[in-house]
């Protein structure tokens, strides 16, 4: 392994950079070009993007917003930058089509979802394995309270912006819940009840088809949650008006929370409250003896964790209109973890260019294809997209273990590791 | 009344006794010493006090309080602080970080009013900021505010453990071997900083050292430990001669091996 990378490491990226910078910077106008480029390339792509033939504009939008964020997002506190990307976010979808929105929804959730993950996992260094859970609780609490009585519903047809506090709330508590069993868990044992956690509320949900004890009093033929079936005819949210149901428009609200989490979770990481997390990440005991109730922070990190996860499975629901156990499988964890881990983990960022590697990439290489003379491969991406999706998540985690973008510790802790690794080596 | 009473302490590890019916009073706005051999028992009973163990049997009142088998953070709460003799800093955070976390308890913000950031917050952390900084000059750590504790040398991560623990603002100071692999240089500044904690700070100071020159120097009153029992206790000029403490240090000088170590 370390010979591969050191065989590599003369085309790493962070090499190859190096030597195109240091070219580029032997003249004035290079330098200009360097310093400015990112930002003057961003409104042209998002330009081209939008020119592009129809079938070719998502491979160009997606192309675009993964390499501006790298490079937005990885220099910082630019706010000329960070307007830029927002602009490119909220334009792009206007010229894509349906299926095209619906990827980029799902990634705006599910970087949502990884902001919230990030709160347990990244600040206050908690494995959770569970977090589709919360999605669930947030989705189903949407569902059944809005849909009517032949979609499995409760019948009340509560609103969609009532909801959202209340299932923020409801996957507080689930959040709660979880955490006080695993308190004194760590490391592994921590990953495997966290694990479970997220099964047992899947299962519940699904084997809750029968009249049970409380589904007798709530509705007599389908219990609580209509098992198998799942919730259907979930109503659609309005805002002053506007019907939200495409989306393209579910989208605009996904993208406002994921604003609203990564704000909320920026201001609470550099807070007295994020300082209590790391230290608790970094020695929980010690943090004790400073006077930082490490119980009572473990189960707040799980419940804004959590809380979060909740407003994203309303969310879900909403541009669904239809949810089933099925939905909330062990992948959305996975996929979750997996985003936060290759992003960057403890960092916001991070989190949001690994949602759109791991949710946009396997969707965009679908029509990814090589023409060259007589090499014809026109299925290439059809085919075998998820090879090389998992491929490239091999590839960043070898020459990039502590992620795309991570925060500035984890850094530092990686190039502690690589250092006496080095040592030893030698 | 003394500010820390340790009462008949005993601790056991599975029959291991670490400690057996120690008893120590320590008086306000004094500066003690715990020496002893190495397994004498001295980290076990910082351990104690702290929360780290609750004691087998036997009582600790701090303040006029029980405080055995109160959890960590209610312990630091009540006013104890301490450092640790492998040294146990937040390493992948800043030296000013470091304080701030020390700082907790004296802190309001909660996760409502961190995301809202109110004007009263935001003095808050200004005030807290300007804190910690003072207190990482007076350990002597000026402009190394926002270094990782874990690229910090040795000696400034020492000072910042004493930082950290002073941001808790305790009335009563446990120092686990502050001096322990520092040069001269450094030993006799962490000596004249704990002489300036109790005169300027009030701090009621008990330390564990096993430089005889820093413990004589700077301790007013002395407890020797040994195979965690108290052997001895006195003001320094008695306890170096008393024949109980030469002997667990040196050996009772019957045996002789020949090429002994």
Redesign the interface.
Known sequence: MNKLREALAPWSPSRLRERAESRLRRTAAGTAVLNNAPYALLPLAAIAAGLAPEHLSIRWAFATIIAASYFILRSSRDLFAMVVLGAMLAYLPQKMDRFEQGILFDVALYAMLGIGLNIVVGYAGLLDLGYVAFFAVGAYAFALLSAPVYGGGFDVGTSFWIVLPMAMVLAALAGVLLGIPVLRLRGDYLAIVTLGFGEIVRIMINNENQTGLIGKHVNSTHGITNGPVGVFSIPKPHFFGIDLATPHEMYYVVLVGCLLAAFAAERIRISRVGRAWEAIREDEDVAAAMGVNTTRYKLLAFAIGASIGGIGGVIFAAKQSAVFPSDFNLDVSINVLALVIIGGMGNVRGVVLGSFLLIGLPDVLRDFSINISFINLDNLGADYRLVIFGAALVAVMVLRPEGLLPSRRRQAEFEQVRAIEAERAT | MPLLSVRHVTRAFQGLVALNDVSIDVEPETIVGIIGPNGAGKTTLFNLL???YRPTSGEVWFDGRRIDGL???K???AGI??T?QNI?L????TAI?NV???A??H?????VT??L?PPN?LRE?RTALNTAVELLNFVGLKGRENE?A??LAYGEQRRLEVA?AL??RPRLLLLDEPTAGMNPGETAGMTRLIRELRDDLKITIVLIEHQMRVVMGVCEYITVLDHGEKISEGVPEVVQRDQRVIEAYLGTGQIITEGGA
Request: charged share 20%; net charge positive.
């Open positions: 702290t929360g780290f959890p960590l953070d312990i630091a709460a602080s301490r640790f146990r937040f390493a992948s955070m970080e701030l976390v020390g907790h308890l802190l309001t913000t909660n996760v961190a995301v950031r917050v952390e990782l874990r690229n950290r941001a808790v």
